[in-house]
Every structure is written in C-alpha cells, then in structure tokens.
C-alpha cells in the first residue's frame, strides 16, 4: 500500500522502517528532519510538510507524542500545511499515539465528515519492541476497514487486539494498560521505602515478590530500575507518565467512573515534575517521590 | 525432631501434614477439635491444651489468624493454659503466621527471656500450595537455629528466604508482599470500572493487559476473580487483607514512611467491611466497592 | 455606563438588578428568554443575541455556568451571533463567571487582540447575598481599567479583593476558595459519619465543633445541610462542585502544585455523580457519598 | 472536693491552678518534679509517685500526653506505685488526655470492677485557655457521677459538652474534632502552594478567604501560622497531630467508618515527621509539607 507515516520519534521510527520492510511504499514526515536521514537513506521520500506526507496515500500512520503534537500535524500551522487538508476521500488515518479520548473523538467525527476513516491504533511496547515488530497493538473502528488495514497492523506487532468499532475504545485500554503500570511502580515504590527503613534490601524484596508472587517480567524490570535510581537516558519519562495518567483520568471523568488511585499516582507525578524529575524514567521518577517523603536520601 | 503444631486451620493442616510426611514427630494442637480429625486418623496425637503441644518439643509451630488468636494460645487463657508456661528452654518457636511486626519483635524478647528462640517464618502461598508443599517462606532470627531448622522450612516450601536476624523482618516482608497484592487488586478494580464503563468488557482488557505487558499468574487468577465476582468460598477473606494493609501500614508508621496507597487500600477494605463484604474474597470484596463508588450494579 | 449583561441565573439576575438599581443603562440577554421577564419589566431591553447585548456597551458583564456556556455566548453558534464580534474596541469585559485559568487566559488575549480589556471579577456568595449586594468580589487585570470599572463592583459586593494584573489569578483565587469549602464539606462529612456509627448525633458533634473549635457561620449552614441531609433545591449543584474542583486541579497541574486532598474531593464528588448525585446540593451529595461508603443508609 | 491531679504539662499545670483558685484541696503530681514548683509555692502538696496522688481522694484528674504516659501512671512501674492500686472505692478518674478510644474503653472497664467511676472529659483549646479557664470541656460517663463532678468542670472551662453515658464517646468527639483541625491545615497548606505558584500572596489569599468565607478565628490563627512558618515554640507539635490523627483512624476503624481524608493527613504528618519536623507545630510541619513535595524552598 502507498503509506504517509508522521512522526519518526523512538517509537515511530522502527515502525515506519518495519513497514517498509514488509514491501509497502512510504513517503514520511517528521518536525525535525534530521530523524528521516535514516530511512531516506533506505529510499523512503522524505515530505516537506504533514501535508505532502499525507498526499495522495491510502494510509496515513501518525505516531506523535501528545494531542498537542498531533494536532499541529493535522491542522497544519502558519507555515506548515497539516495532512487534514490533503488527505484524499476514502484514505484511512491510523493513530498510534496515546493521546486523549476526547481528540479521538473528535477525530472519528472529522475524518467521517471528510469521508475518509480514523482508526486508533495505539501499541504496548518499548522502542527495542517497535524495532523487533514485538509490539502489541490495541484497535478500534471501523471493523470493514480495520480488516483491511490487518495486515499493516500484524506486520508491526506480534498481536492485534480489537475492542470495539468506536476508535476511543482502544485509547480507553490503552490508557488504562499504562494506569496499570503506574500503580505497580508506585506500589513497588512504596514497598521498597517500608523494607529499606526497616533494615531489607530493596532488591531482595524485589527478588522474594516476584518469585513468590507476581512471576512478571515487567516487574522485575521495573522494579530494578525503581531499586537502582540511575539517571540513565529514560525510556519512558515522567512528564509523560503524568500525561497518560491525566488522559485516563478524563476518560473516567467521562463515564462517572472514580479513579483514587489514579488520582494518587497523577499527584505523585506531579511532585516529580515539581521536584525537577520530570526527564526521569517514570519508574525512577516515583521511586524518588516516595523515597524523599520518607526523608531518605538519594 | 519433636514437633508441637498449634494452628490446624486451612493453611496450618496441610503444613502439619507435610512435616509429619516428613518424618518428624508430631503433637498438635486446634481451638476446635475437630479440626485435628485427620491428623489423629494417620496417628499423630492430639493435645488438649497449647501447653500440652508445647510441652517437651524441640520445635513448636504456629499457624493463626491474627495476633489475638496467636496471644491467646501463647498466654493462655482462664480455663486453657498457653503454650508459653510449658515450652522447654532451649525450643524454638517458629511463627508461620502473618503478625504484627509488634508482636513479632514483643514475642523475640519473651523467649529470649526464657530460654528460648523465636523464629518468624511467614509463607506465601495459597491452601492449595500448602498442600503441595509448595509454599515460599520468608524467615527471620538467629542465624544458628535457623541453619538447625532449615530442613523443617525446606520440606514444607519451595523456597525459603532469610532476610536477617531480626525475625520481625520477616514479618515486614510478609506484610509488604500483601501490600502489593492488595495494590494490584485494587489498581485492577478501578481499571475494570473505567473499561466497563466504556463499553469493553473488563475480561478482555484483562487478556490484554496481561498479555501485553504484565505476563503474570497472579493477574491472571486475580483479575478473573474480579471480573467474575462470585460469592464463592473466599480465598482470603476481605477482612483478613484489610487486617494485613492495617499491619502494614503500622509497620510503615514504626519507620516513619508515609504509605498512601495502602491507606487507599486500607480505606477501600473497610468500606468493603462496612457494606458487608467481610467474608468475601478480597479480590471480590474490592471489586464490588469500586465498581458501587462508581454506581455500577452488581 | 452602558453596561450589557448576559446571563440572567440565580446569580446574574439579581446582579443584575443591583446594577439597574445603581444608576446605570443596561441591555441584557439570557439564552431561556423568560429569565430576562422582569428586568423587562423594570424597562431594560431584552437582547436577542448576545452580540446585540454587546453593541455600543462600554461594559460587558457575563455570568455563566462554565466555561462551554461562556464560549458560546461570546463566539455564538450557527444561529446565534456572539458577543465577541460586536463588543467594540475599547470596551471593557467583566466576567463574573467561575471557569477555568485556561479559558480565562485565552480570553485575555483575545480581548487584548480586539484592543478591549479582559477583567475576571469572580465573586464569593450565595444567590441571597447578589440580592443584597452583598457579594465578595474578587478581581484581577489591567489596573487602570479596574479603577475605573471599579464603582461597578463596589455596587454589587460589600468588598471588592484585587489580587493581580493578570485576570486569570482571581479565577485562581476563586478556585482555591471553593476548594477551601469542599475540603470543608469532607471533614466535616467523614466526621459526622464516624460520631454517627460512634452514637453520637451528627447535629450535636457540629455544635461542639462549632462552638469550641471554628465558629463559622460557614461551618454551621454547611454543616446542617449535610446533616439533614434533604433533597430541597440544591443551593450548589454537587455536578458543579466537581467541576470547580477539577478546575482547581487543572489550574494546579499547570503550576506543578500536588493537590491530594482536591484529588480525594474531585473522586467523592465523581462517585456522587455516578450513584445519582448530580444535582444535589455539593454538601448533601458529599455527606451521601461518605455515608454510603460507610454503609449506612440514607 | 479532695482531688488529686496527675500530669503538669502545659495543658494540666493551669488547669490544677483553676481548681486551686476554686477553692479545692489538691495533691499533685508530675513525673518531672520541677513542673510542680509553681503550685507547691502555692502551699500545695507534691506526691512522690501517682499512688500517693490518688490515696483518699475523691478526684482523679490525669492530664498526659497520650495513652503510654496514662498508662504508665495508672499501673506504675517498676519503682514507681502507680494510682490504680492506691485510688480508693469510689472515687472518680476523670481524664482530660486525649487517648484511644480502645484505652478509654478499658480504664472505664478497670475502674468499674474495681468499684470506682471513669469520666472522660477531653478538652478543646490551648495552654492560654487553659490558664483563662476557657477550656471547652467534651465529658462522658455515669450521668450522676458526672453530674456530681459537673463544678469542676465547669470550673476549668468556658462549657462542657456532655456527649453520653459512656466514657469513650467522649474521646470519640475529642478525636473528631481534631480531625476536622488537621483537615483545614491539609486544605489552607495545598491552597497557599496553589496560590504562591501562581503569584498570588498567600497571606492575601487567607484574608480573602476567611473575609469572604469562613469568617474563623481559627482559620485566621492557624493560616497565620502556615504563611509565617516560623521555628516558634510548637503549641501543638506535630508528632501528636500525627497520634492524634492515628487514633482517629482507630476509632473509624472499630466501627468501619473509612476516612480518606484523615488517612491522608495522617500520612502527610508521618511524611512531616520522616523529614525531621516532628517537633514542629503541625500547622507549620503540614504546610511545609505541602511546598516541599510541590518543589518549593523554605
């Protein structure tokens, strides 16, 4: 298929590189040009504006890191044309971002209103999953189309899970999957403060729970993180952590539906950022919360 | 070794079984009588009194609820004497049960003063582990008696794990690893309410989530637990994990770290007590409070 | 001055009668027409639109529910024009209304653009104390402009508080203060629950509180309403409270302020408005939440 | 009346001098003796230990600090009587302290079966009420012994509240009441971070407030408090806010009323005290808090 794919980040990069490998035809976009030297140099036409990347394509991949983000790529700016504006009749426009219910909302409306489709399409996985097409992909819309696009979807991930023909719906699971881990890492956070004030290492308590317990490999990786505290390069940052568990926030908002403990974790990211953690790995970030309102030392 | 067994409830009875498997001698001991049936059928002698199953052993065992039912048998009481008065000098008193770490480091000085020595070994594990001897143990004390006792340790578990020599540590593992069982059923409850409330089935979201990203048994049992909210025989009794975050949350007082996802939890179990769900399944008993905060019938 | 007034509620109406009654020439306009009926009466003309309330006025007063209604009123809808596009240059902008930091800082902007001045003039009080200009005002923006529209507020309020140049800090202001009264209505909630299931009555904790500890006439009326608990026409809709308090939260989140205590009151007032509570008042619709979640029955 | 008076803090030295001045005969004690210089210059005999300040009076009062320090008098130690052993039949022990509900529930117990009365009389306001005999005075127990005792409590105070006929409701109040205190420091603390991050002076926020709103006394001293945040002398340290708070949550606990709120105090004064301001007084100590984790210096 002829694919427009916007937004070469960590994560949209391999999967645009994916695609191309599964023998489709891409033209890409992203802000900062630099980031498509890459796949240019593998052939890919690099577009000056969201606009050219959505031109005359049958599917659009946008793969950006907030609403705000891919807003701007869609309506275009003072001095950059956005791909709404191009998009052709009956093209498809796959979302991969985690972005708000609501913009996906309002997106299924626009697109319907421009006769084309919007599909979200947003992935469980780290950049090492993207770049071993190991994702998992959550889908939602259109089920005749959502066919259709299967075998992009199959081609960047090793599951395709589909939870409805209402494109929010995959941002609803989405956005809870990250509340999920934002309630481990605290719940791990403030374990290892009670164990280290008494006397046991953290990481032994990590060692014991997760054999005993929980046998999760998400655990135990981000457990260690949590327990070593490194300001390595983050792979997931707090900042956004904090904006993942807002967005699930105003989607229970939405359906009257009390979050405490979504509350409780959106405050203690917010403390981070506050406390000047907001480029920290969100694991490390909330270690760091939780250990400095017990008085320790980092 | 000379066993004394106090404690033959669900837990305590395969335990005891599986020493006497083992080959020890045993004397055992259970408020209701009944309950040492099966033990007295294979030939293991049944004491009338905490005293009588205390008296001569070199290793004396307990299995209780709470701190109260552990007090009681230790102490006795007006018409049935305590195993305290009768435990030999130079016994062991090995506590199986999830305590106080209060009473854990209360008990450590009693047989101290007397002779003796108090080992904490909390276990992991449901009825159904116990009676495969699959059990994990976390134990604590004196190093010494605890190398001389290992054997009894290994044969009822699969694992044991000493985290020093102050036995109340074990304790504080024991505690926080329910902690984070307590945080995971709750982080699963509110998360199913808001996928409910949205339209996709929290059966789905739970194959997802644990698919995607968590990989783990324990969500797996759990959150199906939830998901189905049957009023089955519980498991562990919403009354018996709101005790266990209290305990927690005493301990985390004693070294001043602020735990406030266990006082969510803690919160939550109480309500779920005060609604009338004490005798439920935790899992279940939290599922329903988050799913009635969020106006959803049952 | 020629004032035009939109928004005729149980608050606009009688503000706007106060500013009749000072001397001034008003246009007003109200989306359900009847509610402008007896200012008619009084001989003040009844816009058709809000742009027509908004034409050669030196000074436009709005007072909306939220932010949409605002919006609406002043960029109008397909049939309805806004004020926006009538209020001419050089005007004035008096907005009376509690909506979001956000949308006040827009509006500043927008009306610096069209070379008019923004001013947010949020009050405190009930419908009773507009009636009898007895309102506390709290206002921010341009202080020459505030000067000179001063006289207006000091006609509709008993005091005028001016906490800033930048509008938006009185929405701020205005916000943290309702946030005071939820905090307020949750104490004394939770307390009366637990005096309640102690044995001793609610109504006679609040006089001891009350007398010995606050005396407020704030805690007093609040304090009966939760108390009594009846179902009368609520003074402040509990659906309303839940959007202040997400407002306050909003309006934190962007200055990196944790609020955990308006997180605890933002889920209470969600969970009221999803077992039905919404248009109850704020302090019957929270005692009703915390007396639920304790099992008690209404 | 003959009364003795056990514990001369701050709070029970003034209270001992009021009952002096009303022309009862005193016997006092104070575990540090100097505190008794003032009333033996007054010509009022010092005990040598709590036995001898309960032997043949008819009044107990105890002012201690909390439930250790009672107990510790009652039943003495090791080379110190304690007054249980010494009071005599029929005697009242009213206690002033504020303790456990699980504690007053016992002493009444304990008194009973040793044919004597126990009132509980907690009381509301600071050491300079105390010396103005403007103490607000919460009591319960045997109405005729109370009503028997009703002078002296009168005495001490400005009114007395009589909450019931069973000592512990009496505590109940106390604690409620202090609730609602430390609510108000947690809601004025997150409201002043709001404030000052967005530019607004905190103490102009609590004027506006407490003009507008409150109209407390309580709010404009304890407001003060937190906006000045100076190193004073503590009238109320934070550490007993934190045992306070603690000993509500028990009460709410023993009869399943889940409070969100006092849990979140209650973790935000533990969190006070992990970074060193126990001796704090809790306003400052919870205010500090609350800029702290949103980033601020002090």
Redesign the interface.
């Given at each position: 298929m002829k694919i427009g794919f916007i937004g070469l980040g960590n994560m949209g990069q391999p999967i645009a590189r994916t695609l191309l490998q599964a023998g489709h035809e891409l033209i890409v976009y992203n802000r900062t040009r630099s980031a498509a030297d890459e796949l240019q140099g593998l052939g890919v036409p690099v577009a000056n504006s969201p606009a050219q990347a959505a031109e005359a394509v049958e599917v659009l991949f946008t793969m950006l890191a907030d609403d705000a983000a891919l807003e701007a790529v869609l309506q275009g700016t003072a001095d950059l044309p956005g791909a709404m504006g191009r998009l052709g009749q009956g093209a498809v426009h796959i979302s991969l971002s985690t972005i708000s219910v609501a913009l996906s909302q309002r997106l299924a409306a626009a697109h319907a209103e421009a006769g084309q489709t919007y599909l979200a399409a947003p992935v469980?996985?780290r950049p090492e999953a993207a770049a071993a097409a190991k994702l998992?992909v959550?889908a939602a819309g259109d089920p005749a189309q959502l066919e259709r696009c299967r075998p992009l979807l199959d081609a960047i991930g090793q599951?395709v899970?589909v939870?409805?023909d209402?494109p929010w719906?995959a941002n609803?699971?989405k956005l809870?999957?990250n509340?999920?881990?934002a309630?481990?890492l605290?719940?791990?956070s403030?374990?290892f403060?009670?164990?280290q004030?008494?006397?046991?290492p953290p990481q032994?308590?990590l060692?014991?729970?997760n054999?005993?317990?929980?046998?999760?490999?998400?655990?135990q990786n981000y457990g260690t993180l949590i327990v070593e505290g490194r300001d390595l390069p983050a792979g997931f940052k707090l900042a956004l952590g904090l904006k993942d568990v807002?967005l699930?926030l105003e989607?229970?908002?939405a359906?009257?539906?009390?979050?405490?403990?979504?509350?409780?974790v959106?405050?203690?990211c917010?403390?981070g950022?506050?406390?000047?953690q907001a480029d920290a790995d969100w694991a490390v970030g909330l270690g760091r919360v939780?250990a400095?309102?017990?008085?320790l030392d980092l």
């Open positions: 469980f996985g998992w959550v599951g899970f939870v409805g209402q719906l609803v699971v809870s999957g509340f999920l881990i309630s481990m605290e719940a791990l403030e374990a403060v009670l164990v004030k008494s006397g046991v032994q308590f060692e014991i729970a054999t005993a317990l929980f046998k999760s490999p998400l655990y807002r699930a989607a229970a908002e359906v009257a539906a009390p979050m405490p403990l979504a509350s409780l959106h405050d203690h917010l403390s950022v506050a406390r000047g939780n400095q309102n017990a008085g």
